[in-house]
C-alpha cells in the first residue's frame, strides 16, 4: 500500500515538475505578452495542483496535509486573479494583442 | 533621585527615547517643544549624575533584563562615555533652546511635532551608543541616530538639502554595514558579542585572517561614518543645507560619537590581542589624520558660505582627534579625548552665532554680512569666541585640546617637529579663515552688505543659549580640571589595553 | 542532499542579483528584487532559520516591492544610462572584494558543529530557554528576553522610519491633493477574490502575532501580513476608503502606541523593583512574568509595525503626480 | 569537498559587492537604493551561514522533544533586527527620492548637480 501511495505521489510530482518546465520555455519562447501569459499562466494553474498533490500523498493524514490544501487553495484563487490583472493593466496600457512583428515593432519604438 | 540611582545609564537613553513618541503626539507645536526641552535637560542632569558616579566607581555597569552580561546586553559607561554624554546632553538643550525662535522661519508649525521627535531620537541613538557595552546594541543605536539625523537635515526649507542628504544616508549606511561585517566577523570566530568578553576570547583565537579583515572594516566603516579625511565628502553640504538648529547639535557631537566607537573597540577588542596592529592603526590614520587638517583648512580658507566654511574647519577638527588617538600614548589619547570636548563647546557656539546671524540675514554669504557687528554687536561677539576657540588661544576651551595635542606631539620623538609643524600650520589657517569672517562682520563697509536698516540684533530668546556657550568656552578655558581629568581616566583605561 | 538545493538556490539569487543590477527599467530591477527576496527566504529555510525567512518573504518580497512600485509610480520608470566613474567603482569593489575573500579563507566550514559560534553563548540559551522562560520558540525567547534592548532599538528604528516619512511627505509644494483615487473599482475578478482573501491573510497576521512563541513568528512579521492585507485592500477599494477603514489619527496613535507600549514594560518592570526589560518581576511567578512580558512587547511591535507600514504606503499613494 | 562549505561565503562576498558596485557606480537614485538593499541582504546571508549546524533544525522545541541538534538561535535574532533596519532605511530613502523628484524633476544625480550649479552659480 505504501509503495502504490509512494509511486503515485512520484508520479505527480515529476509531472508537475514537467508542466513548470513546459510553463518556463513557453514564457520564454512565446513572441508576445499575451501569450505568454498562457504559458506563465500554466506554472500557475496545473503545476501547484499536482505538486501539492503530491506532497499531501507524502505527508499523509497529518496537519501538514491540511496546511498544504490551504496553500493549494490559496494559490488557485490569487493566480488566475493576479494573471486577469496583468492582462487588463497591459490591454489599458494600449498593448494590442496583434501579430508579432509589428508588436516587436512598437515596443522598439 | 536616590531610588533611581542604580538604573541611571539606561535612563539617560529611556528619557529620550520614551519621549519621543509622545512628542508626536503633542497636538501643538511650543507643547513638543516643551517636552523635547524637558527630555534634553533630564538627561543633561543624569548625564552629570553619571559623571559623579564614575568619579567615584570608575565604571558603573548596568544588566538589562538581569542577565548576565555575555548572554544579556550589559551597559557600562566609564569616564570615556561619561564625558562624552556631558557632551551630547548639553549641545541637545542648547540646540533646543535656540531652536524656539530659530526654527519657526525654517518648518511649518503642524511638521515641528515630528522634528522634536526626531531630534530625541537622535539624542537617545546617541546616548545609547555611549552606554552600551555590545557590539550589536552599538550597530542598533547607530541607525537610530542616523536614520533620525537623516530627518532632521531633510527637513529643512532648502531642497538642495535633499541630494546632500541622500549621499550621506548612502555613505552611513554603507559605514554601517562595514561595521556589521566587521562585528560579524569578530563574532564568527569568538562567538560572543560583548566587548570585554570578546576581548578575552579572541586572545585564544589570536591572529587568524578573519579578525584582520574585521579589523580592517570597522576601521573603514566608523571612518566612513566620522567623516575622515578621503571619506568625508558627505558631511560638508549636509551640514550647509540643514535647519541651522540641526547643524549645531550633530557638528557638536555626531561624527565624534563614531570616532569614540572606533577608538573604544580598537583599543578594548584589537589592540591587545593582535601582534603589531597598534603599528597598523597609527600608522593608517595618522597620514589621514594630517591630510584632513591641511587640506580641509585649507579649503575653508577658500569658501564664502559662512555654514561650508565651518563644516569644512569641522572636517580639519576631526583629523586633529583622529591624530591625537593615531599617537597610541596617554597623553596623545588624552589630547584626542579632551579635543571632542572642546571641538563640541567651540563648534557648537559658532554655529548657534550663525543661527542668530541667519535670523536677520537670508543667504550667510561672507559679502553678505558686510558691517553686519554694528547692528548684531552680542551674536557677531559669540562668534569671535567661537574662532578664538577653534584656533586655540590661550584662555578659551580649545587651547587646552591643542597643549596637550603639542605636548603629546613631543614624546614622540623623531616625529615629533612634522607633528608640530602640522598642528601650528592648521592653527594658521584656522586664524586666517576665521579672521575673514571677522573682518568682512567688523570692518567691512554696511553699504556694500545688506541695506542697514532691516538688519537688528538677534532676539534674547536665542541669545541666551548662544551666550551660554560662549560662557563655557571660557569656563572650560581657564578652570579644565573636570574634562582633563575624565580624558586622562579614560586615556589610562584604553592604554591598560594595550599589550 | 540539501547541500545541492543550498547551492542551486544560491546561484540562481546570484543570477536574480546581476540581472537586478544590469536592467535599466526599475520596475523590472523591483520585480527581479522582489524574486530575490523570495529566493534569499528560501536559502534561509534551508540554513534553519524560519523566523528569518517569513521575515524575509514578508518584508523583501512584500513591503520593500509595494514601496518601491509606490514610490516608482511618482517619480521615473526608466534609468539613464551613464558611465561616469565606472572603472573607479570597480576598483573600489576589486579591492573590498579580495579583503573579504581572503577573510574566508580560515573561516569555519558550513555547518561544522565545533565552529567557535556554537561553543559559547548559543548553547547556554538554548539550554536555559526551557528553564528561565519556557517558551518553545528559542528565537523569540533571545530577541524578546534575553536581548530585549536590541528589539526595543529595532522598534525605535522602524519608529523613526515612520515619523521620518511623515514628516518628509507632509510638505506638499501646492495644496494637498483630494482628487478621489477609487482603485481598481471596475475589476470585479480582483475586488471578489480580494474580499475573500483579505480576511484570511489579516486572520493569518494574527495567528502569527500570538504564535510567536510557540513556532516561527512574532511582532514584525505579524505586523508586516496585516499591513500587507490592509494595503491590498487599500490597492483594491482606493486609499481613500482605506484610510476612512484606518483613519489617520489612528494611524498616529499606532505609531507612537506601540513603541510606547514596549518601552512602557520596561518601565513598568523598573517600577516594580527589577531592571529595565527584566520581565519575571511582572508577576510572582518569573516564569509566567516572562511570558506576559513577552507577550506585551510583541503586542507592542506589532502594532507599531503595522502603523508605520501603513502610515508610510498612505503618505506615498496620497501623493498626486507632479 | 573542503570547499564546498565556504560556498555560501563566496556566493554573499559576490553579492555583497554586486550591491556595492551598484551603488557606487549607478547615478540613479531608486537603482542606488536596490543596490543598497542587495549589499545589506548579503550581510544577512553571511550571518545565517554562520549559525547553520549540520544535521540541525531550527531552534523550536517541538513536543516531539528527545535529544535534537539545533542550529545557533543568536545569528537570526540579530538578522531579524538588521532586516527591519534595512527596510526602514529603504522607506526613509524612497521619500527622499520622492521629495528630490518633486523639487528637481529628476532623480539622476548627475542631472540634479547641473541643476544646482545652475542655480547656484546664478545665485553666488
Redesign the interface.
Known amino acids: 500500500m505504501q509503495m502504490g501511495v509512494d509511486i503515485l505521489s512520484w508520479l505527480l510530482l515529476t509531472c508537475g515538475g514537467l508542466f513548470v518546465l513546459v510553463g518556463g520555455i513557453g514564457a520564454l519562447r512565446m513572441p508576445d505578452l499575451y501569450t505568454r501569459m498562457h504559458a506563465a499562466s500554466v506554472t500557475d494553474g496545473i503545476a501547484p495542483i499536482l505538486i501539492v498533490g503530491g506532497l499531501i500523498l507524502q505527508a499523509g493524514i497529518t496537519l501538514a496535509s491540511i496546511k498544504l490544501a490551504a496553500i493549494l487553495i490559496f494559490l488557485l484563487l490569487t493566480g488566475p486573479a493576479a494573471s486577469n490583472a496583468l492582462a487588463s493593466a497591459a490591454v489599458l496600457s494600449g498593448h494590442r494583442p496583434g501579430n508579432a512583428s509589428e508588436m516587436s515593432a512598437e515596443e522598439e519604438a | 533621585m536616590s531610588s533611581w540611582a542604580p ?1 541611571l545609564p ?1 535612563l539617560q537613553v ?1 528619557v529620550p ?2 519621549t ?3 512628542a ?2 503633542m497636538p501643538d507645536r511650543r507643547l513638543a517643544w516643551a517636552l523635547a526641552t524637558a527630555a534634553s535637560i533630564c538627561a543633561l542632569a543624569i548625564a552629570i549624575a553619571l559623571v559623579g558616579d564614575v568619579r567615584e566607581q570608575g565604571t558603573v555597569v ?6 548576565a552580561p ?4 550589559a551597559l557600562g559607561v566609564d569616564a570615556m562615555s561619561a564625558l562624552l554624554l556631558l557632551v551630547v546632553a548639553g549641545a541637545s538643550t542648547l540646540g533646543l533652546l535656540a531652536s524656539a525662535t530659530s526654527l519657526p522661519g525654517e518648518i ?1 508649525p ?2 515641528q511635532p ?2 522634536y ?2 531630534w530625541l ?1 537622535s539624542l ?1 541613538g546617541l546616548s ?1 551608543i555611549l552606554v ?1 557595552a ?1 557590539a ?2 552599538i ?3 547607530m ?2 541616530s542616523s ?2 539625523a ?2 532632521l537635515i ?2 529643512g526649507p532648502d ?2 538639502a ?2 546632500s ?2 549621499k550621506y ?2 555613505m552611513g ?2 559605514g554601517a ?1 562595514f561595521y ?2 566587521g562585528v ?2 569578530v ?7 560583548n566587548l570585554a ?1 570578546m576581548e578575552q ?1 579572541l586572545a585564544t ?1 589570536g591572529d ?3 579578525i ?3 579589523a ?2 570597522i576601521t573603514v566603516g566608523l571612518a566612513l561614518k566620522a567623516a575622515v579625511f578621503p571619506l568625508h565628502v558627505w558631511l560638508p553640504n549636509a551640514y550647509t543645507y540643514a535647519p541651522n538648529v540641526v547643524t549645531v547639535f550633530l557638528a557638536a557631537c555626531a561624527t565624534k560619537i563614531s570616532i569614540y566607537i572606533l577608538i573604544r573597540f580598537d583599543f578594548f577588542v584589537f589592540q591587545g590581542n593582535l601582534t603589531a596592529h597598534d603599528w597598523q592603526f597609527s600608522y593608517f590614520l595618522m597620514p589621514l589624520a594630517i591630510l584632513g587638517i591641511l587640506v580641509a583648512s585649507m579649503v575653508a580658507i577658500f569658501e ?1 558660505h559662512l555654514k561650508r566654511l565651518l563644516a569644512w574647519s569641522s572636517v580639519a577638527q576631526i583629523g586633529y582627534i583622529i591624530l591625537g588617538a593615531s599617537l597610541i600614548s596617554v597623553t596623545g589619547l588624552t589630547a584626542s579625548m579632551l579635543h571632542m570636548f572642546n571641538h563640541a563647546i567651540a563648534k557648537g557656539t559658532a554655529f548657534l552665532a550663525i543661527a542668530c546671524l541667519a535670523l536677520s540675514i537670508s ?1 550667510l ?1 561672507i559679502r553678505n554680512i558686510a558691517g553686519v557687528a554694528r547692528h548684531m554687536p552680542w551674536t557677531m561677539a559669540a562668534f569671535v569666541v567661537a574662532g578664538l576657540s577653534l584656533i586655540g588661544v590661550p584662555g578659551t576651551a580649545g587651547f587646552i585640546s591643542k597643549w596637550y595635542l603639542i605636548k603629546a606631539a613631543l614624546e614622540m620623538g623623531d616625529l615629533a617637529f612634522p607633528l608640530i609643524a602640522v598642528i601650528l600650520i592648521g592653527s594658521v589657517m584656522a586664524v586666517i579663515y576665521v579672521w575673514r569672517v571677522v573682518e568682512s562682520a567688523y570692518f567691512g563697509n554696511a553699504d556694500a552688505g545688506m541695506s542697514g536698516a532691516t538688519i537688528k540684533e538677534a532676539p534674547l530668546a536665542i541669545l541666551i543659549p548662544t551666550w551660554i556657550a560662549v560662557m563655557l568656552n571660557v569656563w572650560f578655558g581657564l578652570a579644565p580640571a573636570l574634562p582633563v581629568e575624565l580624558s586622562t581616566r579614560a586615556a589610562e583605561l584604553l592604554m591598560g589595553h594595550m599589550p | 542532499m540539501s547541500a545541492v538545493f543550498g547551492i542551486f538556490l544560491l546561484t540562481l539569487m546570484l543570477i536574480t542579483a546581476i540581472a537586478v543590477v544590469r536592467t535599466r527599467n526599475l520596475f523590472v530591477a523591483t520585480t527581479l528584487m522582489g524574486i530575490f527576496s523570495l529566493l534569499l527566504a528560501s536559502n534561509f529555510f534551508l540554513l534553519d532559520a524560519a523566523d528569518v525567512a517569513l521575515t524575509e518573504a514578508a518584508v523583501g518580497a512584500g513591503i520593500s516591492t509595494v514601496l518601491f512600485l509606490s514610490a516608482l509610480s511618482l517619480t521615473a520608470e526608466q534609468e539613464k544610462p551613464g558611465h561616469r566613474g565606472r572603472l573607479v567603482a570597480l576598483a573600489v569593489v576589486l579591492v573590498t572584494t579580495l ?2 575573500l ?7 566550514l558550513l555547518g561544522d558543529i565545533n ?8 548553547p ?2 538554548i539550554d ?1 530557554t526551557p528553564l528561565a522562560i519556557d517558551v518553545p520558540n528559542v528565537v523569540t525567547a533571545v530577541l524578546a ?6 528589539t ?3 522598534v ?2 522602524v ?3 515612520g ?2 516619512v ?3 511627505l ?2 506638499y509644494p501646492q495644496k494637498p491633493p483630494h482628487q478621489p483615487h477609487h482603485g481598481l473599482r471596475h475589476y470585479l475578478i480582483q475586488r471578489l477574490v480580494g474580499r475573500t482573501v483579505i480576511p484570511f491573510i489579516l486572520l493569518f497576521g494574527f495567528y502569527v502575532q500570538f504564535h510567536g512563541d510557540f513556532g516561527p513568528g512574532g511582532g514584525f512579521q505579524a505586523g508586516t501580513l496585516i499591513a500587507a492585507g490592509i494595503i491590498l485592500f487599500a490597492l483594491l477599494e482606493g486609499p481613500n476608503s482605506a484610510i476612512k477603514v484606518i483613519p489617520s489619527g489612528v494611524l ?2 499606532m ?3 506601540g ?2 507600549l514596549y ?2 514594560v ?2 513598568a518592570t ?1 517600577l516594580l523593583g ?7 518581576v511582572l508577576s510572582s511567578d518569573p516564569v509566567a512574568g516572562q511570558h506576559l512580558g513577552i507577550l506585551l512587547i510583541e503586542l507592542g511591535v506589532g502594532i507599531t509595525v503595522t502603523g508605520v507600514l501603513l502610515s508610510i504606503f498612505f503618505a506615498f499613494a496620497s501623493r498626486k503626480h507632479f | 569537498m573542503e570547499y564546498l562549505g565556504l560556498y555560501n561565503y563566496w556566493i554573499a562576498v559576490v553579492l ?1 559587492m554586486t550591491g ?1 558596485y551598484a ?1 557606487v557606480a549607478k547615478r540613479n ?1 531608486v537603482k ?1 537604493l536596490i543596490g ?1 538593499s542587495l ?2 541582504a548579503a ?1 544577512f546571508l ?2 545565517i551561514t ?1 549559525g547553520k549546524v549540520d544535521g540541525g533544525t531550527a531552534p523550536i522545541y517541538t513536543a516531539a522533544g528527545g535529544e535534537q541538534i539545533f542550529s545557533n538561535p ?2 537570526q535574532v ?1 538578522i531579524l ?2 532586516i527591519v ?1 534595512g527596510i ?2 529603504t522607506a ?2 524612497l521619500a ?2 520622492v ?2 523628484k518633486e ?2 524633476g529628476t532623480i539622476e ?1 548627475d542631472e ?2 547641473q541643476i ?1 550649479e545652475h542655480t ?1 552659480g546664478g ?2
Request: hydrophobic content about 50%; glycine content about 10%; overall charge negative.
Open positions: 538604573h539606561v529611556v527615547l520614551m519621543a513618541p509622545l508626536v503626539l548596568y544588566e538589562v533584563g538581569s542577565w555575555p548572554y544579556g546586553i511649518e503642524q511638521r515630528q522634528f521627535a526626531a531620537l537617545a545609547g552600551t555590545d550589536f546594541n550597530f542598533v543605536f541607525e537610530i536614520l533620525s537623516y530627518v531633510a527637513g531642497k538642495r535633499l541630494p542628504v541622500f544616508l548612502a549606511t554603507i554595514t556589521l561585517i560579524g566577523l563574532y564568527m570566530m569568538t562567538g560572543t558579542l568578553d576570547r583565537v587568524v585572517k578573519p584582520l579583515v574585521a580592517g572594516f564664502t543667504s554669504d | 579583503a573579504l581572503h577573510a574566508t579563507l580560515d573561516s569555519p565552529a567557535p559560534v556554537h561553543q559559547h553563548v548559543a547556554w540559551y536555559n528576553s534575553f536581548r530585549g534592548f536590541d526595543l532599538g529595532e525605535f528604528v519608529f523613526t522610519a515619523i521620518g511623515m514628516f518628509l507632509a510638505h498616529k496613535g505609531v507612537a502606541g513603541a510606547l518601552g512602557g520596561g518601565v523598573m527589577g531592571t529595565f526589560l527584566d520581565y519575571s | 555583497l556595492f551603488v537614485m542606488k543598497l549589499f545589506q550581510v553571511m550571518y554562520m543568536l545569528p540579530l533586527t538588521a533596519v526602514s532605511t526613509l530613502g527622499i527620492v521629495r528630490t523639487e528637481y544625480e540634479i548637480q544646482d547656484s545665485q553666488q
